[in-house]
């Protein structure tokens, strides 16, 4: 994680110095816009008629604090985030898990959306960031549902791997973090969440990347999570243990469904 925040510094860098690489500047210039749509007055028809109408107000309490971090293309956009909160509803979440939390958009999403006595799991390398979004998070009156710890992830989930308690113990879990990590993750969420459950894979369309010439102008950190993107894909779609489904909602999630 401590990677995808040298990135993201890097990408907030470019963005404001325009091209790298030969590349354009973001089209769109809403924070967090990680859409892959071509237009983007269709995008802003989609914010306006459909997610900030129905946005809680403590979401777009975070949203704007985040606006003015200087990493805040790290921020899960609000199209994702409405997402995500319907879906953990849909799936009656209740005990999930969050890898990668920058300011808590996604995070506050998946409190909002579980029971009163739900739990997320939170772990991100950066408290500080955390707690940029604690505010709003607890004027939601939901920060009792979260277990922050700062840190790694994966000793973590080594952890909880070795009691046989948490084997298939979690609904739902929103990986968001260093994509040269993902697969490492993935190996051990099989064990963790249930079968039935959920794991959602951020950013698996990398900014339309994945489907560019190795050779193509890229952004430095586009470039360099770009081949562990790619290989993430092909081994989800090799995986007989889930079931998936990738939409290009944000900048690509991956729905995997664990059937064994």
């Excluded at 306006?48 to 200087?70: D, F, G, I």
């Amino acid at each position: 994680m401590a990677e995808a925040a040298s990135a993201a510094a890097a990408a907030t860098t470019e963005q404001a110095n325009g091209s790298s690489g030969g590349e354009q500047k973001t089209r769109h210039s809403e924070v967090g816009h990680k859409s892959l749509l071509k237009s983007d007055d269709l995008y802003q028809y989609i914010l306006e008629t459909s997610v900030y109408p129905r946005e809680h107000e403590c979401m777009k309490e975070l949203r704007e604090v985040t606006a003015n971090h200087p990493w805040n293309l790290m921020t899960t956009s609000a199209d994702e985030g409405q997402f995500l909160n319907l879906l953990l509803k849909l799936i009656g979440a209740k005990k999930t898990m969050e890898i990668g939390v920058y300011t808590g958009y996604s995070l506050l999403a998946t409190a909002l959306a579980i029971p009163d006595d739900g739990t997320i799991l939170a772990m991100d390398i950066n408290r500080e960031n955390y707690e940029l979004g604690l505010p709003s998070i607890e004027k939601a009156g939901v920060a009792h549902k979260i277990d922050f710890r700062e840190g790694p992830a994966l000793p973590v989930l080594d952890q909880l791997v070795e009691e046989e308690g948490n084997h298939g113990s979690f609904d739902f879990v929103f990986v968001d973090a260093d994509k040269d990590n993902y697969l490492n993750y993935h190996e051990r969420l099989m064990k963790l969440v249930k079968v039935g459950g959920l794991v959602g894979y951020d950013n698996t369309l990398w900014n339309g990347s994945v489907v560019l010439p190795a050779d193509a102008p890229m952004r430095k950190y586009i470039r360099y999570y770009r081949d562990f993107v790619l290989e993430l894909n092909k081994a989800l779609a090799a995986d007989h243990r889930v079931e998936i489904c990738q939409l290009p909602v944000g900048d690509g999630i991956t729905l995997c469904r664990r059937v064994k």
